[in-house]
């Protein structure tokens, strides 16, 4: 059984900033690219930033130049510090990682942290 664990996130005035961090346990053999979502209130889920084993990231157009992505191999932890954050910031961040367990590969999802940006 595996499970991801997301902590960090809270309320904050725009311009501010925000860690987000989010830890994979449980049957691990090695993960392969991990990245972080959010979904906005009556919004699709979206792609915010992805970073694959060898550390190469992407990121959303909105978030280019303030947030960053980066990822702590030994300690099956991803991270995602944000920036010059902005209202339209707001949302549930979530967390995902493609985890090969000794025999199965399986993309696992985090239970979500709400991110809110006051102006």
């Known amino acids: 059984q595996v499970q991801l664990v997301e902590s960090g996130g809270g309320l904050v005035q725009a311009g501010g900033s925000l860690r987000l961090s989010c830890a994979a346990s449980?049957?691990?053999?090695?993960?392969?690219?991990m990245a972080w979502y959010r979904q906005a209130l009556g919004k699709q889920r979206e792609l915010v930033a992805a970073?694959?084993?060898?550390?190469?990231?992407n990121y959303a157009d909105s978030v280019k130049g303030r947030f960053t992505i980066s990822r702590d191999n030994p300690k099956n932890t991803v991270y995602l510090q944000m920036n010059s954050l902005k209202p339209e910031d707001t949302a549930v961040y979530f967390c995902?990682?493609?985890?090969?367990?000794?025999?199965?590969?399986?993309?696992?999802w985090g239970q979500g942290t709400q991110v809110t940006v006051s102006s």
């Open positions: 995902n990682a493609g985890i090969f367990s000794r025999q199965s590969f399986v993309h696992y």
């Open positions: 449980g049957s691990i053999f090695s993960i392969n690219a």
């Open positions: 970073i694959n084993s060898g550390g190469s990231t």
